[in-house]
């Protein structure tokens, strides 16, 4: 069997170089341009790309696609600073180009995907529900995007199955000791010197509680998420949004991610 | 509306008081009847008994549940004891009662089938697993059947995905460091005085982990389970082994639990 | 060698029927008494009581120690409500009553004494730490008390060794993300049905981090702490505040280090 | 005041190299050496060392620190592959230069050293111990070195403070379910991919557990234990075995509870 034709773009920084160098170690797959900032987008043209991988800029992020998605190359898009218009550029592109698809997502981490797919069907099944994440202590934000959406998901699920606020027993105390508040689910924002990445979420019921952990220990934890994404994507044309969608073996992947615009 | 009329059988005993307690408390549930060895079952039908659950031991099981669908009462059933051949019996006596149903399951916790249900989600995506399981110091069984179902099951998803078995790194060290085999996961059993029943699933990938914990800290941890499968049974005809066929809202329930005789 | 005479007052609520029963089933202790409120405190010294634990109530632990001290009974106190007055008011009638022992303990945990004094030891040796406290969905305080305490103490021992105030690096984010500030210690409170008791002290270095993690699961967990307090109060003359002391052999075993050539 | 004048050897090695790099950005520490295997041992005596640190290989530490010792430079020593023999050696060469300090130490993780430490501690407070270690999966021996001398620490504690061996309640199970028997303590060794190293002490008692975990994300949380060994080895002479003899504020430290009015 022929080899995966595989692209990176923004080979230099230090995501897209350890994308390269796992591209190149795939027996499936084969790396055929690396390219960063200065090097012209017809390189991959010229390589016989089949699926690219975007690890740039949001400045860049868009030229780079439209040449991918006019010249019929997939695209795998881990790039940031997506709004809505941003991606309905992107679909019109792609609608466009029947048979061609891109996948973008926030987040790379097969781990962190399937805890925010757990803890969305976890949810209905909880009286009591609250998130910590941890983070090393040079983070500017909190809580951190990941540990909002993971809450803003649990809490859509709460409402779809009816189930009421939880309550909070609190009536006196320090400020900040429940946390901050979103949608109704309390989330804590732990921050320590030698942590890099972690994600709790704690379900509570009569007599037992569940807790979904998920530690990344190392950037390296993107890798397996993008080599997926890349095997995935030229059988899913159109615009995909969010890795859970192509986590499709799973038994719950079908209904998946209530937000993703895939098949609107 | 009006109630659900249930029955407990069993209802002397520990969990069986409880749970007549708990169908008591619930708006929802009437509890018609509670009944031990020595009432006759026709208090269920005098007392007009749409679902029974039946709390009582291996020797009496059966001859409850002929009484119940002979009599088109739903079935909720926890206890143990069951073979092919006894679930084949009841099969037959559901068969022809058409409408009744019974739901047979080895552990009413929802967070413990969750566990389960998870942990077969993510075995496909991850290169290591293993299970810990951690138990009071009067546990005479190591591992812990629930432990030894989870790991069969996710041997069984990573076979099914075309996973190879995993590799055990350890060259040389102590007999039992690396736990029980169970079809190739290792099954490390804890024994700790002030624990309860307690299970963890860990994962392993590129650069993270994912960890699924289940706690039972109190016993009173099967009633909600019940009362949700007293709920579900009346419109589930027929025979439903494992409560996770009922945790139907959540996105993964309709391919679940590989081994359940419901639909066979 | 003849059992240690030890009454019990309070013995009809529930902690102190349990210690009752402890103390019953000690084969080294002799349960001579076991009064409430509306039995005569003579009977104490009718029964030649040693040593008595008091788990009363604010009201009336005053007037139960003040007739303790006064025959020369020791005095083992888990009921609340002290004040430094108070705490003055006993420590008077202890010096008139030379040889006469009194521990009064805000927790009989050993588990919890022994979270703080690690805690209180490690604080020197990590740039960061947070407690998170973890507690049934019942508790109208946030934090719980023994968690501002744990963080007292922390802040005090960091302090003394020098080290400056932790480094906070949100710089934007929700309100309450980051906890309530207790003297310099971030402190996060959980509220979550099915949980009891449960605290994690989490220190962080360069590159590695140290957890403390106290689990209550049942209240027995006092039981050991109140057994270790009678056995050793009678040799322990005078006003004690904190179980803490009396867990002398712990940290002083720290230092011979069973192996370690040095000094030999 | 004046740096202390420090110098790696074994530079070139990936905990040398990082050890040189800490020595030259701590503010009170002068690196005045970084040598390698072919560099020769008198750079040490021509660029004035108070303190060398040796992370060599067992071949050639003996004469390193021979040279070292013999011009009364102290010494601090992560090297491996002391038996008894050789640390008899170092010590004879540190009696004939009185002054003159080594601290030899099987781990400059400071956090795996309180572990230690806190476990010996509380071995003596509660009825059962086991020990939990998680490694990367290319780990070869199971279980980990650190985890065996953890398990006989506390062991030793137990023995030491009367208590009875531990009871298995296990009649029935699966080979190697309950772990390794370490002097009576069970060691479970988890190997995952993506974990680094970690350990975690379980002890349980009537009603509560506590548990101690370690975690060393990256190899960099040796460095604060290497610092504090050559801040502290000028004013330890002679032979020190082990991190913890310099650990020497924390122990002392837990007496001293702020707030006990015992002894006022």
């Not at 390589?47 to 190359?73: K, R």
């Not at 994507?233 to 209904?255: C, R």
Request: proline share 5%.
């Amino acid at each position: 069997m022929s080899k995966l034709r595989v692209a990176v773009i923004g080979a230099k920084g230090r995501i897209g170089s350890e994308a390269a160098r796992s591209v190149e170690a795939a027996d499936d797959l084969d790396l055929v341009a690396a390219i960063d900032r200065d090097d012209p987008l017809e390189t991959l043209t010229e390589a016989g790309t089949q699926v690219a991988v975007d690890l740039t800029h949001p400045d860049a992020v868009l030229g780079n696609l439209e040449f991918c998605v006019g010249h019929g190359i997939h695209a795998v898009v881990g790039t940031t600073g997506w709004t809505t218009e941003r991606l309905a550029t992107l679909r019109g592109w792609l609608e466009a180009a029947p048979g061609t698809g891109a996948l973008v997502a926030p987040n790379f981490s097969i781990g962190a995907v399937l805890t925010m797919q757990f803890a969305q069907q976890a949810a209905r099944w909880f009286e009591s529900v609250e998130v910590i994440e941890l983070h090393h202590d040079n983070k500017a934000d909190a809580p951190s995007g990941t540990a909002t959406r993971t809450a803003q998901l649990i809490a859509a699920a709460r409402t779809e199955a009816g189930r009421p606020a939880q309550h909070d027993p609190t009536t006196h105390g320090l400020d900040g000791a429940r946390g901050a508040d979103v949608d109704g689910v309390p989330v804590h924002s732990v921050r320590l010197r030698g942590l890099l990445a972690h994600q709790e979420v704690l379900f509570g019921g009569t007599g037992e509680t569940l807790t979904i952990r998920h530690d990344s220990l190392h950037h390296s934890s993107f890798m397996p998420g993008i080599l997926l994404a890349v095997r995935t994507v030229p059988s899913a044309p159109g615009l995909t949004y969010g890795l859970e969608h192509f986590l499709t073996d799973g038994p719950a992947a079908a209904d998946g991610s209530p937000t993703g615009p895939r098949g609107a």
